[in-house]
């Protein structure tokens, strides 16, 4: 991954766009997507889908330490595959769909999936954030998910290289870089919120992900 490149385009490019995934109840796959899976991926594919909705469904109005827990694992049992070997793209950001249904993804994919199924459960979108960083240790880019439980609190950081969620402060193999959402895009600040850039920002790769998360939940796709 390309940091310096990353970064460009999401400070120059289209306005980012917000789902209205707000309840668990709009989350359910429809059997005819649920057929589209199978048709594309195969009979596995679809179950483990079911189970992601089937998940959500279970955790609708539960404590939101367990929430954060079982969406973590449930994605982080995920395979790690570079989007070149995955999708035949340099860059590419898949559904959460897309990204169960296929078997695996990229450090984005995890942190998208993740994102948006705690949109669905309700998280409002000012208490997460999708955070670029470099880990250190392997000395590359990389995409965790933060949760805020209050505007200026240290956030909790879910990850797929450690998987257990710890506070950012924690994470001192972590370097944020910048993060952003449906509403905005920030610059970075060390455990903190950090600086917002501007409302909104300019990526076609979100774009382009919540154009077909909306083909894909209005079964259109």
């Not at 169960?100 to 199924?117: H, P, Q, R, V, W």
């Not at 998987?163 to 449906?182: E, M, T």
Request: with cysteine; proline share 3%.
């Amino acid at each position: 991954m390309n940091l310096k490149r990353r970064c460009y385009a999401l400070v120059t490019g289209a306005i980012f766009l917000s789902i209205g995934w707000h309840s668990a109840a709009d989350t359910i796959v429809s059997k005819n997507t649920l057929k589209k899976v199978q048709k594309i991926y195969g009979t596995q594919a679809s179950e483990d889908v079911t189970k992601w909705n089937d998940l959500l469904l279970e955790l609708e109005g539960q404590d939101i330490q367990e929430q954060l827990s079982q969406v973590n694992n449930f994605f982080n049992r995920q395979k790690f595959v570079d989007d070149i070997d995955h999708w035949n793209k340099e860059d590419y950001w898949a559904t959460p769909i897309e990204f169960i249904a296929s078997g695996g993804g990229d450090c984005e994919d995890f942190s998208i999936a993740k994102y948006f199924s705690m949109r669905a459960l309700g998280v409002p979108a000012n208490k997460l954030r999708l955070m670029y960083v470099k880990a250190l240790e392997y000395n590359m880019a990389h995409m965790v998910l933060a949760y805020y439980d209050k505007p200026n609190a240290i956030p909790l950081v879910l990850d797929n290289l450690n998987k257990n969620i710890l506070p950012a402060s924690k994470r001192g193999d972590l370097q944020p870089v910048y993060s952003f959402n449906g509403e905005g895009l920030w610059a970075a600040k060390e455990q903190g919120r950090g600086k917002q850039l501007q409302n909104g920002g300019n990526n076609s790769l979100w774009k382009d992900l919540t154009s077909r998360m909306n083909l894909e939940k209005n079964n259109e796709g």
